[in-house]
């Protein structure tokens, strides 16, 4: 089996879990963070609905120099931005891995700040990071959510709100 096929499964199953978690979130809690080094949930939340276009990114370009591309996040306020900004992204990036061929996964692609690099792996790689950080993310929102005493819908089975 090619890679890329496997890859958008992954892609489909992880944004079934990623809606369901955006969906969870309250407008009136966008601006709460469990400690002050945290991330408000309006930050987090938004970086997660935006991961799904690093897949688009990561086959369109070569690099990320955040020197040159400092990071704006969107402004959003609710969840049905969130979760509209989510399907956005992955209509994006899921659109571009259909698009594309094995070989494309293959050049290497750089993350640095000016001179400084972070790391250079192959696209696939990339986009598999990119899976990853979704992931976290998630589970991250997950901790933030069940501190507000939200209920937390099931990742790869049902959670303990769903039992």
Known sequence: MSIIPMLLKEMEQEAQTTRKMLSRIPDDKFSWKPHEKSMTIQQLATHLAELPAWVSFALTTSELDFAANPY?????????????????????????????????????????????????STKA???????????????????????????????????????
């Open 72 to 120: 704006k996040p969107s402004a959003i306020t609710t969840s049905a931005g969130i979760l509209e900004t989510f399907e956005r992204s992955y209509t994006d990036g899921k659109a571009h891995l259909e698009k594309a061929t094995e070989a494309d996964l293959l050049p290497n692609w750089t993350l640095r700040n000016g001179e400084e690099i972070y790391s250079v």
């Open 125 to 163: 790689e990339v986009i598999r990071m990119a899976f990853c950080q979704i992931v976290h993310h998630r589970a991250q929102l997950g901790v933030f959510l069940r501190l507000l005493d939200i209920p937390i819908p099931g990742s790869y089975g049902p959670s303990a709100d769903e039992m």
